[in-house]
């Protein structure tokens, strides 16, 4: 899907579209075809492409999804060949995410990050003062960066989006013109090891320790034994479960 073509069309265009499928297309209709779950998923993409592990959950408080940078996570997943980038956690069940032949995208030393995002379906509520964006506004008043993510029918300011919402505000939109955008914050928020941070890695360990354990039970075969036939394949395995 990274690679296909996010068109907003209109509901009367989309019959046509499904009736002469000429291209790989993602359709979104005007009145929420695809709905809010779909633009959760495109900007988890292009958040995990950045490093991000993506999930729906955070410890403190609720939105629609959540980006955490975890920069020494993910170095390490990314040295062991698990993923490329970042990940949606629920991937990391299934992995390796990355062919063991594909080169892993190696980041420079970053700082903690945490982004709340809150999407919308429908055109332009994504960066409104009571939809989308504007829902999370107190979010920012505790360090945080929050995005509104949706489609738009136009390219937005980023001056005015930090002038009306503030300096931690961000967006992720898709226009009706095959672009992505991203406006960054001018702020960031908590660039230092916090509660959630350290819950998110509690889960990162739990998911691939219980990965192990399914395979173990699975197989039959005892710990020692399931890592040295996986060696056999990724001479790196032996070396993570051991990090881990």
């Known amino acids: 899907m990274e690679n296909d073509y996010y068109l907003i069309l209109g509901e009367s265009k989309i019959s046509k579209l499904y009736r002469e499928p000429t291209h790989n297309y993602v359709v979104i209709g005007s009145r929420s075809i695809g709905g809010e779950d779909f633009f959760e998923y495109l900007t988890g993409l292009h958040l995990k492409e950045k490093g991000y592990f993506v999930t729906k959950w955070n410890p403190v408080r609720g939105s629609d999804f ?44 970053e700082q903690y ?10 055109y332009n509520l994504a960066l409104c003062s009571n939809t989308g964006l504007g829902q999370k506004m107190g979010w920012m008043d505790q360090q945080h960066e929050v995005y509104g993510d949706g489609p738009t029918t136009y390219i937005p300011d980023a001056e005015n989006i930090h002038k009306y919402f503030g300096k931690r505000a961000g967006a992720i939109v898709f226009t009706n013109t095959h672009e992505k955008i991203e406006i960054e914050p001018l702020e960031a928020g908590f660039q230092n090891e916090n509660y959630e941070i350290e819950t998110m890695k509690l889960i990162i360990k739990f998911t691939l320790a219980n990965k192990i354990a399914y395979h173990r039970n699975s197989t039959k075969q005892s710990l020692k034994d399931y890592i040295q036939e996986r060696n056999k394949k990724n001479t790196q395995l032996k070396n993570f479960f051991r990090t881990l």
């Open 113 to 122: 990050d945490i982004i709340v995002c809150e999407a919308e379906a429908r």
């Open 66 to 109: 959540f980006a955490y940078k975890i920069p020494e996570y993910a170095a390490t997943l990314q040295r062991y060949g698990v993923i490329k980038n970042g990940a949606f956690l629920s991937e990391l069940e299934l992995f390796p995410l990355i062919r063991q032949d594909e080169k892993p995208t190696m980041r420079a030393a």
